[in-house]
């Protein structure tokens, strides 16, 4: 009798518990659902029915070339491991510098990539990625790169619009890590992102855009940043840091 009992016990126990189980299995999977986890620079299935295209493989930049030339500047960058390297100069010929730019241009988009500054560099690491650049230049709106956790006058920190706009918070990671970027345009406005959160949106040629170019370096350059379309741009500053994922979805205006 003691034994039956036992067994009634021991069932009843797990018939209790399978619905429980069940319950957090099936939370575990909803809550799964939507995150797909993809290979570095690989879109993945909602990407591409979002209309996301790859600019680079992983393994060449054949979507890029010179800003100021149509090759690749020799030993400025490389593509090592799945990255986009900027080299440091002290590892370049003498004399060797040079941005690369898309060998399209855009005017509406969504652009993303991740970026990864070098814990080995010595000095500040000092990179941007430029949009909206005149062809045959290295000139154009920029998105800054800069350390983090450094101070720097005037709107050259990091996210900011470069000499013209600061950001409003930089979660950044620190160096090592990979950091998420995101930049959208679309009409005349236009965002940075940051790790997932907005940290500037402004309007292109609006009256607040146009006091900023007149304080700036740019000031001299009729209507800058304000052209219909452009390369994008990732800048040579020396060398420190690297990219990847660079993945970007064509707008309606």
Known sequence: MEKYRFSVRITVTLLTLLPITSIAQ???HKAG???QSVPPNTLSQKETKQGFTLLFDG???DNFKGAEKTTI???CWLVNDGQI???SRDSRPEGARGSIVTKKQYSNFDFRLEYKMDIDYQGNVNSGIKYFAYPGTELG???QLYDHDKDINGPHNLADLYDLLPA????????????????VAQGNTVQHWLNNRKVLEFARGSERFRAAVAKSKFRN???FGEAKQGHILLQDHGGGIAFRNLKIKVLNP
């Open 221 to 223: 350059r009729e209507r």
């Open 26 to 28: 099936s939370t575990a």
């Open 141 to 143: 709106l920029e998105y």
């Open 168 to 183: 409003k918070g930089r979660p950044a990671k620190p160096r090592g890590h990979w950091n998420t970027i995101r930049i």
């Open 59 to 61: 393994n060449s930049l």
């Open 85 to 87: 390297i900027c080299t």
């Open 73 to 75: 500047p020799e030993g």
């Open 33 to 35: 659902e939507g995150h």
